[in-house]
């Protein structure tokens, strides 16, 4: 689905795009946890949402650690990137309770190939109670698009020693090439559907451009590749490439390179 806030701004979480061409010439691109924040919001418009809530689902539920200095610096980036498209202090704070999104209307649209909404569901979504969300009674979030689901299993694939859990990530996971200390994986169907040579090709490009050493850091080397319309409905070409040191507590480094058919 794609989201339209306040009958301007386009909110494509699949591509983690903000566009609103009234106030903003260019796409915005998300990060992964400002993209899930703002995902949580956009499904619980006009509803009060605990610190805890936030926390939960978009750190600790995907096994990171979590604070409240997180949030806040997330929630500030989050409201620069909104304010630029139009939709000034649509983030409230309520003091001592948590955050609100304050959306006058919050509408989803199907995207090219997706079945049509219904006029119910194309109906703005409708406020909630303003009680606070318990955990034992937080509704199930729609699934997590492809980059994010990805970005999120990168994350948590990456300090693995134990030799069971290494076997349970086989199962989701595939190893295309091995270079030295550098392992290579894809994780999804659509990155797994293209042929070895052009994924080697990738990586191999990847490692000359960055000047990535193989020789000296064990890591873990994931790609993924995705085809979509983005907000304009433009055919767009996203590639990521994310290097994780293996057994590390250090983050990945994303590689993202978009690009037009």
Avoid at 65 to 80: C, E, M, Q, V, Y
Wanted: aromatic share 10%; with cysteine; net charge positive.
């Amino acid at each position: 689905m794609i989201y339209v806030i306040n009958e301007h701004l386009k909110y494509d979480p699949l591509s983690a795009t903000l566009y609103s061409p009234e106030h903003h010439s260019d796409t915005l691109i998300l990060t992964r946890v400002n993209n899930s924040i703002l995902l949580q919001f956009v499904n619980n418009n006009n509803q009060l949402l605990t610190r805890h809530h936030l926390l939960k689902e978009v750190w600790e539920n995907q096994g990171l650690d979590s604070s409240n200095n997180n949030l806040n610096n997330h929630i500030s980036i989050l409201r620069k990137s909104l304010a630029k498209c139009g939709c000034d202090d649509i983030i409230k704070t309520i003091p001592k309770k948590g955050l609100m999104f304050t959306a006058n209307s919050v509408t989803s649209l199907a995207r090219a190939g997706e079945t049509s909404p219904s006029q119910d569901e194309l109906t703005s979504i409708k406020p909630k109670s303003l009680a606070p969300l318990s955990p034992q009674n937080n509704p199930q979030p729609i699934p997590f698009f492809k980059i994010t689901a990805f970005l999120v299993l990168i994350l948590l694939i990456i300090g693995f020693p134990n030799f069971y859990e290494k076997m349970d990530l086989s199962s989701f996971r595939e190893e295309v090439l091995s270079v030295e200390q550098c392992r290579f994986y894809v994780t999804d169907n659509d990155t797994k559907s293209l042929s070895k040579e052009y994924i080697k090709t990738r990586i191999e490009d990847f490692l000359k451009m960055k000047k990535i050493s193989c020789h000296q850091l064990k890591s873990n080397v994931y790609f993924f590749y995705s085809e979509i319309k983005d907000a304009m409905g433009r055919d767009t070409i996203t590639q990521i490439i994310s290097y994780c040191p293996y057994n590390s507590s250090a983050q990945c480094i994303n590689y993202k390179e978009h690009s037009f058919k």
